[in-house]
C-alpha cells in the first residue's frame, strides 16, 4: 500500500495551507489515518488522526487551527491548516493503519515552511 501525499509548501505567517494523503490500495480500509510532522532537531510528533470509530483527534499546538477529515471512498485524509505559525514547520507525514496496533503506512512526506 502506498500513500501519496500532496500540498504543503511555503507560506506566511497568519497563513493557510492544505494537505492531502490518499492511499493507492482502494480495498484498504484504514482504522485509522492522520498527520504527524518532524521539525528540524525535534522529533516526530503526531498533529491529527481520524479514526473510523471514536472521535478525532489534534495535538494541542494545533487545536482550533487545524482541521483534519476523511473520505472513506477515495480512501484520503485532508488536513487544512490555518492561522499557521512559525512553529509549524517541519515535514508532514500521512499515515495509516488498518488496525489498532498495526503496523503504519507512511506517505512520503511533504515539506510545510511557514516564515515572517
Known amino acids: 500500500v502506498q500513500l501519496q501525499a500532496s500540498g504543503g509548501g511555503s507560506v506566511q505567517a497568519g497563513g493557510s495551507l492544505g494537505l492531502s494523503c490518499a492511499a493507492s490500495e482502494s480495498s484498504l480500509s484504514p482504522y485509522v489515518m492522520g498527520w504527524y510532522r518532524q521539525a528540524p532537531g525535534k522529533q516526530r510528533e503526531l498533529v491529527a488522526s481520524f479514526p473510523s470509530l471514536g472521535a478525532t483527534y489534534y495535538s494541542d499546538s494545533v487545536k482550533g487551527r487545524f482541521t483534519i477529515s476523511r473520505d472513506n471512498v477515495k480512501k484520503s485524509v485532508h488536513l487544512q491548516m490555518d492561522r499557521l505559525s512559525l512553529e509549524d514547520s517541519g515535514v508532514y507525514y500521512c499515515?495509516?493503519?488498518?488496525?489498532?496496533?498495526?503496523?503504519?503506512?507512511w506517505g512520503q512526506g511533504t515539506l510545510v515552511t511557514v516564515s515572517s
Open positions: 499515515f495509516a493503519r488498518v488496525a489498532l496496533g498495526a503496523t503504519s503506512f
